[in-house]
């Protein structure tokens, strides 16, 4: 009761798994365990769905909808009519994590050219 | 105010270690702008010549962390221009590193920068700084600013290749949410290995190349949280002078009093307390602290001497349900300031609380203002 984060999009397929353990090196939280011929999903409530795992894994054997948890971006998001599962948290002017205004003038290369 | 601060600011920023140039001959800037010309394929470099080359000069650090350093911390911990505490990316030379010193990846934060560097105090090291945006490690990685392609980038602009012999470069685990370690091995041939949670574990790390279960760990210490508070606070602080304000002169100085203790329980009582509150729900939590925090106004409104009865229980009701509902909200809003709550878990309470509080804070709001005018018109 008053627990919303019983529930994970963390999967992981054992078959898939070549024991490489770099799941176990990137999680912050121990949701992997290494195990003798593959690592085992033994906290999968403990997951904050970061992506760290997937998007480390070199065979693809777990798979997550990974997103930022927070509430004053996906709060945000939902005011200015946006997506609250895509939108980050780091958009605006005294959010969380500051603002990325400067990335928006970044897009273009000072002699003029955009980037590639 | 503003402008005295910025101008010390300035003034102190140009003191900052990392500035001392030392600029390649122009032989070797060649030689890699020709070969970063080449093989460039990632999608955040320009096609200009002069640009691929900006940051080929390697700049020099120390791990001293001096005045300038502490102060510019402060500011950004008060989130004063948030996104201005930076340092310059590119490729960094601490203490006397060779081609077999161990190269470092870190956001271009100061706050993520020099705790790399201060971490590293005696070591001969290379740091690579990624253009972040001024954001920290984990948030960039989120963000993906720290990430698999700036990461690219800046090892072939920087021309790393031809600066080291070993092509490893250890990335801040908490980086792993933006970087994808087959893809830089496939687009680099540098090997990616990730360091601990913690930049002052990175000594004892060194030693074995190998973390251990407790250094891949992530806290959130008292510590930790407390450092929030400020820029939690200064996020809200000019809406609640103004709201206090008009409180003190609609009902006093005790209506004031209360909608700053809301805000203060949300920003600085909530996150201290955090572990203690019972509950696992952020909203339940900030839900139980308001409740707490209101009880006392709440005693008072109801006994204060010559206000009519249902009028101290009207003040009571609004006590009761305005402060807990601020709280609640500004408990919620903390999520993104933790490293333990996921996309689908905050999605959910959002559905299940906002609603609530908007509704608590709905009728909170009608009873303050039956108030406001029963006093304006002489009834109270």
């Not at chain 2, 010390?8 to 702008?33: D, F, Y």
């Not at chain 2, 994808?180 to 074995?208: C, H, M």
């Not at chain 2, 002169?249 to 019972?278: D, E, H, R």
Request: proline share 5%; net charge neutral; with cysteine.
């Amino acid at each position: 009761m008053f627990n919303s984060y019983t529930e994970t999009s963390l999967s992981f397929d054992p078959a898939l798994c070549i024991n490489c353990k770099r799941c176990t090196q990137v999680c912050p939280h121990a949701v992997f365990t290494a195990g003798p011929t593959c690592v085992t999903l033994d906290r999968p409530s403990a997951c904050m769905e970061c992506g760290a795992c997937a998007l480390n894994c070199p065979v693809q054997a777990i798979a997550v909808q990974s997103g930022v948890g927070c509430a004053w971006g996906m709060i945000n998001a939902a005011l200015r009519g946006k997506d609250m599962d895509t939108e980050s948290c780091c958009g605006d002017d005294g959010s969380c994590c500051g603002s990325s205004a400067p990335k928006q003038k970044a897009a273009v290369c000072d002699c003029g050219k955009k980037e590639r | 105010m503003h402008i005295v601060i910025y101008i010390i600011n300035l003034s102190l920023r140009s003191k900052r270690p990392g500035q001392n140039v030392i600029i390649m001959t122009e032989e070797k800037k060649t030689s890699i702008c020709e070969t970063t010309k080449n093989t460039i394929t990632g999608t955040q470099t320009c096609e200009c010549a002069d640009n691929c080359c900006e940051n080929t000069s390697i700049q020099t650090t120390t791990s001293r962390i001096i005045f300038a350093d502490r102060f510019d911390h402060l500011l950004a911990r008060l989130g004063w221009h948030r996104s201005e505490h930076r340092v310059e990316p590119g490729l960094y030379r601490l203490g006397d590193p060779d081609a077999e010193s161990p190269v470092f990846a870190s956001a271009n934060y100061t706050l993520s920068f020099d705790a790399l560097r201060s971490s590293l105090a005696g070591i001969d090291a290379w740091i690579l700084v990624l253009d972040t945006k001024g954001i920290n490690v984990w948030c960039a990685a989120g963000k993906g600013t720290f990430g698999t392609d700036e990461l690219v980038h800046r090892i072939e602009s920087t021309g790393l290749a031809g600066i080291i012999s070993h092509r490893k470069i250890i990335v801040p685990q908490l980086g792993a949410p933006g970087v994808s370690w087959p893809e830089v091995v496939q687009r680099t041939k540098f090997i990616v290995e990730y360091g601990p949670v913690r930049a002052n574990d990175l000594p004892e790390y060194l030693k074995t190349h190998t973390a251990t279960p407790e250094m891949r760990c992530v806290k959130f210490s008292f510590r930790d949280r407390l450092v929030l508070t400020p820029v939690e606070f200064m996020h809200f602080v000019l809406p609640t002078v103004a709201v206090a304000a008009v409180l003190w002169f609609l009902a006093g100085p005790i209506a004031a009093l209360a909608a700053v203790s809301a805000v203060l329980s949300g920003t600085v009582l909530f996150p201290l307390l955090l572990p203690v509150i019972p509950t696992r729900d952020f909203s339940t939590k900030g839900m139980i602290l308001g409740v707490l925090v209101s009880l006392p106004f709440a005693y008072v409104f109801v006994t204060t001497p010559g206000l009519p009865m249902w009028a101290g229980a009207l003040s009571a009701a609004a006590a009761l349900l305005l402060i807990p509902a601020v709280t609640a909200y500004l408990a919620l809003n903390f999520t993104g300031c933790t490293t333990f709550t996921s996309r689908m878990g905050v999605k959910k309470e959002i559905f299940s609380y906002i609603k609530v509080m908007a509704g608590m804070a709905a009728v909170g709001v009608i009873a303050g203002i039956i108030l406001g005018v029963s006093r304006i018109m002489g009834v109270i």
